[in-house]
């Protein structure tokens, strides 16, 4: 079973600053994806940045961008130009390539956004 | 277009009664996903339909949970004889299964609490 990781339960950055928050993740799997969601106070998750295994790019969507380092099962998400609003618990996920549709979180890191 | 909605948003009930969640999928979306996210931890999936079956069950806990999504539209997750353990948000996620990426779309959780 594929089991994901997060090991900072809490991080803090000052507003304008960049953070990287780490994910690493385990499976015997060469194809999958991987995906960073926000959830705010809401609950609601949204989807930030994903990844397929198979690219060798890393995905970068506008202030956020993904370092994916798929040797070591590493999967970190740098966010530049930290804002108020991005304020939240970020949960990194996976998900199998083989049909099983289902979704494997991390336990999540609590972002503070310090102005 | 609606997003996911989930009734009731909130449920506070009595260890060993019935309770029913009800989800309301993104119209046209063929897949429909249920999680489970205790306090301090990441959603933890319990149950996949495509359509009106459930494709992968795996993650109910025990018989006491069952899910059902009769006309491949809205599904109801139905907890018997509900204990302090159940206690939980309940998210449903919904998307286009078979797409490329197969994002999945949540909504706003009910939150279960069970007295």
């Known amino acids: 079973a594929q089991t994901v990781t997060q090991s900072q339960p809490e991080m803090s950055v000052q507003e304008a600053e960049t953070v990287t928050l780490s994910c690493t993740y385990d499976?015997?799997?060469?194809?999958?994806?991987l995906f960073w969601y926000k959830q705010p106070p809401s609950r609601q998750m949204i989807l930030v940045i994903r990844?397929?295994?198979?690219?060798?790019q890393n995905a970068t969507e506008n202030r956020f961008s993904v370092n994916f380092q798929k040797a070591a099962k590493s999967f970190s998400l740098k966010i530049s130009d930290s804002q108020l609003g991005d304020a939240a618990m970020y949960f990194c996920a996976y998900r199998s390539d083989f049909g099983n549709e289902k979704l494997t979180f991390g336990t999540g890191t609590r972002l503070t956004i310090i102005p | 277009g609606a997003g996911v909605s989930q009734t009731p948003s909130n449920k506070v009930t009595e260890k060993g009664k019935y309770v029913e969640l009800r989800c309301d999928p993104i119209s046209g979306h063929t897949a429909l996903y249920w999680y489970r996210q205790s306090l301090g931890q990441g959603p933890e999936f319990l149950i996949y339909f495509q359509g009106t079956g459930a494709a992968d069950d795996s993650g109910l806990p025990n018989d006491r949970f069952f899910a059902v999504r009769p006309e491949g539209s809205v599904s109801t997750l139905k907890i018997q004889r509900t204990e302090r353990g159940d206690s939980a948000v309940y998210l449903c996620a919904s998307g286009l299964a078979g797409s490329s990426y197969n994002e999945q779309f949540f909504g706003p959780g009910t939150r279960l609490t069970v007295l």
């Open positions: 990844q397929e295994a198979y690219k060798q």
């Open positions: 499976t015997s799997e060469s194809d999958y994806y």
